[in-house]
């Protein structure tokens, strides 16, 4: 074996032992982002770096263990925390409030909107969402899509945003917070001791902190590098 090809095997294999340090010590781990359930911040498909190095704050993207209570298998999740214990949260008409202050004003976030094909076509969809984030709905003409907040706005087509009435209750959220609230109209809820809210920032589409409940801090495996 010539000198170059040892020495190029040597720093190959550095780099290889290197990464599988950091990564098993959680200091830096590379993730896909395999949903759409925080677009437009993070895409499906992107890749993202988390690390142990940096505390969590409110606004960070947490990397975090999950486990259903009947299942025997944890999942790795990636959602936005926007509050930690002590703090008060709470959803007004489908915007985050924390302490008493809306969370929300500064985010780029996606919700729920119903549009008729008519106004559809007039939005530039080609570079936001893959055409197959979306559902059909009666009248046959009408279909509901999860879209980024400022594409809606540029076309004025905010008052389609779908907000869920007081009246709504949500199974999974009556299930585990034993109060009649949904993904809209949520709390005043105290963040417990030891734990974290996450909330996704495509906000009618995923499963989160209002429906599965806050997350251990301690499951907390790293986060987000910006």
């Not at 969402?129 to 907040?149: A, N, Q």
């Not at 004025?156 to 299930?175: G, T």
């Amino acid at each position: 074996m010539n000198s170059k090809l040892r020495l190029y095997l040597i720093i190959a294999s550095s780099i290889v032992g290197l990464y599988t340090i950091l990564w098993f010590s959680g200091v830096f781990v590379v993730y896909r982002n395999s949903t759409w359930a925080n677009e437009p911040s993070l895409k499906e498909g992107q890749f993202i770096v988390t690390t142990t190095l940096i505390n969590p704050e409110p606004g960070d993207f947490v990397a975090y263990t999950f486990k259903y209570p009947d299942s025997l298998f944890s999942q790795h999740r990636i959602f936005r925390m926007v509050a930690s214990e002590g703090d008060i949260v709470e959803m007004r008409d489908g915007t985050l409030f924390v302490n008493g202050e809306n969370f929300d004003k500064d985010l780029s976030l996606a919700h729920e909107y119903r549009f008729s094909i008519e106004e559809l076509n007039k939005l530039d969809l080609d570079n936001n969402y893959s055409y197959e984030h979306f559902f059909w709905m009666k009248p046959e003409d009408t279909l509901t899509r999860f879209i980024d907040d400022r594409i809606v706005e540029k076309f004025n087509l905010k008052q389609r945003r779908v907000i869920k009435s007081r009246k709504e209750y949500d199974d999974l959220i009556q299930a585990y917070y034993k109060q009649d609230w949904n993904r809209d109209h949520f709390g005043p809820f105290k963040i417990p001791k030891g734990k974290l809210f996450c909330l996704a920032d495509n906000r009618d589409v995923s499963e989160d902190s209002r429906s599965i409940g806050p997350i251990d801090r301690s499951a907390v495996k790293g986060v987000l590098i910006k």
